[in-house]
C-alpha cells in the first residue's frame, strides 16, 4: 500500500467531453504530483504541488488540462474537450518529504472513443 | 538531466538471477540512479537508490562501478512475480530542493518464464 488511492481506477468518455480524477493521499503530505502514461512509455510528468501551491505547471500537455489542491489534501485533475489523444494512465504521486523518493498510486486508466 | 539507455525486454526462467544494466555516460556528479518496478495497470514502484559501489535491500542489489557511467539492477532468483517493467532513472538527490520530478525511459520489461 502506497498512502495513494485513485479515483476513478477507469474512466471511459466520448472525445469533447470533460472528465475530472481525484487523487487521494491517506495521510497529509505536502508534495503531490501528476504523471501521464501511455502505452509501451514511461510516466511523463505533468505538474507538481507543494501543499496547495501548484509550483510547476510549465509541463501540462495544453490549456485544456488543469489540476488543484484546493486544502493542500487531495487533488483533482481535469480535461477539458478530451481528445482520442488524451487515452493514457494518469498517475498520482506523493512524496513524504524532502529525503524521500515517490510514492504513486494505481492511477487511472481513460479511455477516449 | 542524464539520458537513460536499457534494453527494451529481457527473458529469465524462474529461479535465476537477472541482471539489467542501465547506461548513463553522461551522469552528473549530484545525481542518484534509481530503479523503479511497473506491473500492469499498476503505478511505479520504487525499488532501489544508490550513488556509487554497491547498495542491497530486501528486494535487490544495485552495483554501480567507479566511474558511474553505468549500473546493474540485480534481482535474486527471480520467480513469475517479478514479470514487469523496470525503470531506471538519473536525477538529482531525492533530498534536493525543488520539485524532483522523476523522468522515466521506456524501462526494460522482464518477462520471468516458468
Known amino acids: 500500500d502506497t498512502g495513494v488511492s485513485q479515483n476513478p481506477r477507469h474512466k471511459i468518455t466520448k472525445r469533447g467531453q470533460n472528465v475530472t480524477f481525484r487523487c487521494d493521499p491517506i495521510?497529509?503530505?505536502?508534495?503531490l504530483y501528476w504523471y501521464r502514461q501511455t502505452l509501451g512509455q514511461g510516466p511523463e510528468f505533468l505538474t507538481y504541488?507543494?501543499?496547495?501551491?501548484?509550483?510547476?505547471k510549465s509541463r501540462l500537455l495544453s490549456d485544456r488540462f488543469s489540476a488543484e489542491r484546493p486544502k493542500g489534501s487531495f487533488s483533482t485533475l481535469e480535461i477539458q474537450r478530451t481528445e482520442q489523444g488524451d487515452s493514457a494512465m494518469y498517475l498520482c504521486?506523493?512524496?513524504?518529504?524532502?529525503?524521500?523518493?515517490?510514492?504513486f498510486g494505481p492511477g487511472t486508466r481513460l479511455t477516449v472513443l | 538531466l542524464a539520458k537513460t539507455t536499457q534494453p527494451i525486454s529481457m527473458d529469465s526462467y524462474e529461479g535465476q538471477e537477472v541482471n539489467i544494466t542501465c547506461s548513463h555516460n553522461?551522469?552528473?556528479?549530484?545525481?542518484?540512479i534509481t530503479w523503479y518496478q511497473q506491473f500492469p495497470s499498476q503505478g511505479p514502484r520504487f525499488i532501489i537508490q544508490?550513488?556509487?559501489t554497491k547498495v542491497t535491500n530486501e528486494v535487490a542489489s544495485l552495483f554501480i562501478p567507479a566511474d558511474r557511467k553505468s549500473s546493474t539492477l540485480s534481482l535474486p532468483r527471480v520467480s513469475l512475480s517479478d514479470t514487469a517493467v523496470y525503470y531506471c532513472?538519473?536525477?538529482?538527490?531525492?533530498?534536493?530542493?525543488?520539485?524532483?520530478?522523476?523522468?522515466f525511459g521506456k524501462g526494460t520489461k522482464l518477462s520471468v518464464i516458468p
Open positions: 504521486a506523493i512524496r513524504r518529504s524532502e529525503t524521500d523518493t515517490q510514492y
Open positions: 495521510s497529509e503530505h505536502n508534495r
Open positions: 504541488f507543494q501543499n496547495e501551491a501548484q509550483l510547476e
Open positions: 553522461n551522469i552528473a556528479t549530484n545525481d542518484y
Open positions: 544508490g550513488y556509487k
Open positions: 532513472l538519473v536525477g538529482p538527490a531525492y533530498s534536493g530542493a525543488g520539485s524532483y520530478q522523476l523522468t
